[in-house]
């Protein structure tokens, strides 16, 4: 049973372009999670979806950052004409759907972002 | 909104001998979990051990156990026999529950742990 696979593991961006990263959660899983972890500090929740639906997004900036996990496919995480301050790890997260009381989330080993 | 603190921003310990880390929270919350996760150079998030908030005993995981002090919202992690491979970063993690809010976690900001020889 594969883990959290994450796409790409490195992504340069210049300022401006957009920003495509990909997360495949484990088999099995329903649930998935976006965090940011900037330089030297710990992981920030961005978003929470399950199939077709943003559950809470919360931690997501107002612009420019968008998430979809569809039917079929990877969950992507699209940030739009990206700046310096993209400059981060991006971790993705899945868990199974058990109602809620503690299901384990598993993550990935991140998509670090450089904006040049 | 919950908030975890972690206040030693880097510690070292040598070979072979205890380190404790700690960790402090805050929520009005009374069913949750907190988590420690070690992060090493790889980058890869590595549950290292998990307690339930309604267990009073402390959880253990090997060389890994956990000083959980509900009253005081004290949550600290003892590794004993510390060796090179535990040298990483050290995140405390609080999770509520409770049915349909899923596995959103809250990091600390960390501690990074060196192992000397």
């Known amino acids: 049973n594969a883990g959290v696979m994450q796409n790409p593991r490195h992504l340069v961006r210049r300022r401006g372009q957009e920003a495509r990263l990909r997360c495949s959660p484990m088999?099995?899983?329903?649930?998935v999670y976006w965090y940011r972890q900037l330089p030297e500090e710990g992981l920030k929740f961005m978003v929470y979806l399950q199939k077709e639906n943003i559950i809470d997004e919360s931690g997501m900036p107002k612009e420019r950052f968008s998430a979809e996990f569809p039917k079929e496919g990877p969950s992507i995480l699209r940030i739009q004409q990206v700046v310096r301050g993209d400059s981060a790890a991006y971790f993705c997260?899945?868990?199974?759907?058990?109602?809620?009381?503690?299901?384990?989330?598993?993550f990935g080993q991140g998509t670090r972002l450089t904006v040049v | 909104a919950q908030t975890v603190t972690q206040s030693q921003p880097e510690m070292s310990v040598q070979e072979a001998e205890t380190v404790t880390l700690s960790c402090t929270y805050d929520?009005?919350?009374?069913?949750?979990?907190l988590f420690w996760y070690k992060q090493p150079p790889s980058r890869q998030m590595i549950l290292v051990i998990r307690?339930?908030?309604?267990?009073?005993q402390n959880a253990t995981e090997n060389r890994f156990s956990v000083n959980f002090q509900k009253a005081a919202k004290s949550f600290s992690l003892k590794i004993s026999d510390s060796q090179l491979g535990d040298t990483a970063m050290y995140f405390c993690a609080f999770m509520k529950l409770g049915w349909g809010t899923a596995s959103k976690l809250t990091f600390g900001t960390g501690t990074r742990l060196q192992v000397t020889l």
């Open positions: 088999k099995g899983h329903s649930h």
């Open positions: 307690q339930e908030a309604y267990k009073q």
């Open positions: 929520t009005s919350e009374s069913n949750y979990y």
């Open positions: 997260a899945s868990s199974p759907n058990t109602g809620g009381w503690y299901p384990e989330a598993f």
